[in-house]
């Protein structure tokens, strides 16, 4: 076994979209991941460490969810590339692990034949068994193992049922459910074509029956257009295939289906054998859930309903933990203060790197129930759901459901939302969602609007259930989404016209999500959270304290020091420029440094309030009331109102402040011409929306 092992490094594990795949994947990695991309493409890479026992450990990658070989999208492509080995840099596996929808075994059956076609040594994953059991479709898993020649276990992913035998099955597992003869037939004239044109291949390009087989299905079924920019093969095998098209298409066949028919006439006959379907009376429970939660009306009223209990409780129930937070660092900021003697470096410790962090990393229990929330819609099935409905309105705007997943998946970072729309199969509506993801609220915009909701906002009822906080958050992410789909429309009408594409979307079974599985997105967040807290936000903090603390006044108030200082000479330029939108010298710095990141305008503050105020207590509390009070020197006014907080809140709904999601608008465009007109859109549309707001609140007398 031990001699069997050191030849298999690496396994692969596939599956269909809403399979349970990543779940399953969780269950046998645990916390031993790392997520990357893969070479040359924006694809996120995902690998695990499973321990076979007796010292035995293996790499298992996650690749993204297919339906086939036969790739359609960047996703599908990477997949099929991974699994035959055409990706430089990343190892072929030796063995793969395909989940299967047991509720659903004749579809996803055929991308289980594709692979078996492919040679590749492969062990099938039941999964959800049980939601297939409430269905009444019962598996004989002995006999399904027959049919296919491969090993299969029963899985349950969600409760960890079958992951050990699982484990065990890929320690013992054989080579020899490789090299199976092709079981699915081609009708005779297709089969004769189909077969010349493979000796043809193998004759001229050295291919093996096996490749070559598979090259002549692609040959087959191109199009007139696609055959015509296939130079990789031989002039004389182009002109074969052009008369193969014209046979073909004489005798009446579909060349585009025929393929795909044949292989689902097998899978049936399998299915026929191996499974056995009990009569259900009435309508299952997910039939009856969304007789409602898809209903026109009462539909977009639960989705509305879910956000308003989601934001509501980002205040609520995060309210303790950020308080731990807060005093924790208060009591590290004493005890730092107490052992460091008075003078720079204790200011620079204190009010410089501490502070900064501070201010962002109190707001991460308030981030990681963001992620919860949208971890659980997800899983559950909902999210699907939420596409349905959101499709009607998404048509308005010229674009479909699926677009509307991407913009959902925004809420937590328009990054993954960006690359999300690799599903959408036009190019123009793939890139009108990408240009309107970023007006999505991200998770690094929760800790803006927070600190400005706590600062200005009152914490009175609304409809005795939910608080003012709670609905101006809401407002937040639903100006973000009522700006997207504008923009889509305007979008879809001028520069990226097309007509309304068809939605089509499979609704998995409604499922309890697996703990294990959340508890794990919420973890890989929070170390990416810390990560940047003590990286990128340390050192932005660190060297605004610098700019903010010099040169140093030899007598002066800390206020005169501040706005004296290379920091606010700096926003003192960029004032006139703000002015206009309520915003001073000091918001100004804010607005400037979170350009990298959004998360950084609340360091900003934080550090600027402390140097301007060393007597005051530190932490993020502090920081409200310093903010609350205040005031111009010259003038005595105030620098925040409710309504500065309110225009500021919707800047940064609308600016495009992180770079990172830039440069993954570049990788995914391909050029710079798409990123720089997002950037430009979107700051014109920030500019432009807080200015009227700004100026419709003083004529109704918010400005004070």
Same mark, same amino acid.
């Given at each position: ?39 040359? +493409?924006?694809? %996120?890479?995902? =690998?695990?460490?499973?321990? !076979?026992? *007796?010292?035995?450990?293996? @790499?298992?990658? &996650? ?26 840099h990343t190892p072929t596996p030796q063995l793969v692990i395909c989940v299967v929808d047991a509720s659903n075994l004749e579809r996803n059956l055929y991308l289980v034949s594709q692979i078996i076609d492919r040679n590749r040594p492969v062990i099938i994953a039941l999964n959800m068994i049980d939601v297939a059991g409430e269905q009444g479709t019962k598996i004989n898993v002995k006999a399904l193992e027959r049919e296919l020649g491969v090993t299969v276990v029963p899985t349950v992913a969600s409760k960890g049922m ?27 004239? +297709?089969?004769? %074509?189909?077969? =010349?044109?493979?000796?043809? !291949?193998? *004759?001229?390009?050295?291919? @093996?029956?096996? &490749? ?493």
């Amino acid at each position: 076994m031990r001699d069997q092992h050191s030849r298999v490094q690496h396994i692969a594990i596939i599956g269909n979209p809403n399979s349970g795949k990543t779940t399953l994947f969780n269950s046998l990695t645990g916390l031993r991941q790392k997520v990357g991309n893969y070479p040359g +493409v924006t694809v %996120e890479k995902k =690998e695990g460490r499973i321990d !076979l026992g *007796s010292g035995l450990e293996v @790499t298992l990658i &996650d690749l993204p969810g297919t339906y086939s070989l036969t790739p359609n999208s960047p996703d599908e492509k990477v997949a099929t590339d991974i699994l035959l080995g055409r990706i430089q840099h990343t190892p072929t596996p030796q063995l793969v692990i395909c989940v299967v929808d047991a509720s659903n075994l004749e579809r996803n059956l055929y991308l289980v034949s594709q692979i078996i076609d492919r040679n590749r040594p492969v062990i099938i994953a039941l999964n959800m068994i049980d939601v297939a059991g409430e269905q009444g479709t019962k598996i004989n898993v002995k006999a399904l193992e027959r049919e296919l020649g491969v090993t299969v276990v029963p899985t349950v992913a969600s409760k960890g049922m079958g992951v050990a035998e699982l484990r065990d099955a890929l320690t013992h597992h054989s080579s020899t459910s490789a090299g199976r003869n092709r079981q699915w037939q081609l009708p005779e004239p +297709v089969h004769e %074509e189909c077969q =010349e044109l493979v000796g043809l !291949l193998q *004759s001229h390009h050295k291919l @093996t029956a096996n &490749d070559a087989f598979h090259e002549a299905i692609a040959l087959l079924t191109s199009s007139t257009s696609i055959l015509e920019r296939m130079d990789r093969f031989a002039p004389e095998i182009i002109e074969h295939v052009r008369k193969d098209h014209q046979k073909l298409d004489f005798l009446g066949f579909d060349r585009q289906s025929v393929f795909v028919e044949s292989r689902y006439i097998w899978i049936k006959n399998v299915c026929s054998k191996v499974v056995t379907q009990s009569k259900q009376t009435g309508l299952t429970t997910s039939d009856q859930i969304d007789q409602i939660v898809t209903h026109r009306i009462w539909g977009f009223l639960v989705f509305l309903g879910l956000m308003a209990v989601m934001f509501q409780s980002i205040f609520s129930w995060a309210n303790i933990p950020m308080q731990l937070i807060a005093d924790g660092f208060d009591w590290a900021g004493a005890q730092i203060t107490a052992f460091l003697p008075a003078g720079d470096v204790q200011d620079l410790v204190v009010n410089g790197g501490l502070a900064g962090v501070a201010a962002v990393v109190t707001f991460l229990p308030q981030i990681l129930l963001l992620f919860l929330f949208l971890g659980v819609l997800e899983d559950s099935g909902y999210m699907a759901r939420a596409a349905f409905i959101m499709d009607r309105l998404m048509s308005k705007v010229g674009l479909h459901g699926k677009s509307f997943i991407p913009l959902l998946s925004s809420f937590a970072c328009a990054i993954p939302g960006i690359m999300a729309t690799r599903t959408i199969e036009n190019p123009k509506d793939r890139l009108v969602t990408m240009l309107v993801a970023p007006l999505m609220s991200c998770s690094a915009r929760l800790p803006v609007y927070t600190l400005l909701i706590a600062a200005f906002i009152p914490n009175t009822s609304v409809l005795g259930i939910f608080s003012l906080a709670g609905v101006t958050l809401l407002s937040m992410y639903l100006l973000g989404l009522v700006a997207a789909l504008t923009m889509a429309w305007l979008f879809k009408k001028t520069l990226l016209k097309s007509g309304t594409p068809i939605f089509i979307m499979e609704l998995p079974p409604y499922r309890l999500p697996s703990l294990t599985s959340l508890l794990m997105q919420m973890w890989e967040r929070s170390v990416l959270f810390l990560k940047n807290a003590g990286t990128i936000i340390l050192g932005v903090s660190i060297v605004l304290w610098f700019l903010a603390s010099y040169p140093r006044l030899e007598n002066g108030t800390p206020s005169q020091q501040l706005e004296q200082s290379f920091a606010g000479k700096a926003g003192k330029v960029i004032e006139p420029l703000i002015k206009p939108l309520g915003f001073d010298w000091k918001i100004g710095i804010g607005l400037v440094s979170s350009l990298l990141q959004r998360e950084v305008f609340v360091s900003t503050i934080g550090t600027i309030y402390n140097i301007q105020d060393k007597n005051s207590e530190n932490g993020s509390v502090s920081l409200h009331k310093q903010m609350r009070d205040d005031r111009d020197p010259l003038t005595g006014t105030p620098t925040f109102t409710v309504l500065t907080g309110i225009c500021l809140m919707i800047y940064y709904v609308l600016a495009m402040q992180c770079m990172s999601t830039v440069a993954v608008m570049r990788r995914e465009t391909n050029g710079w011409k798409w990123p720089l007109f997002q950037i430009g859109y979107m700051t014109v549309l920030a500019y432009s929306v807080t200015f009227v707001v700004y100026r419709v609140g003083l004529v109704w007398g918010f400005g004070g």
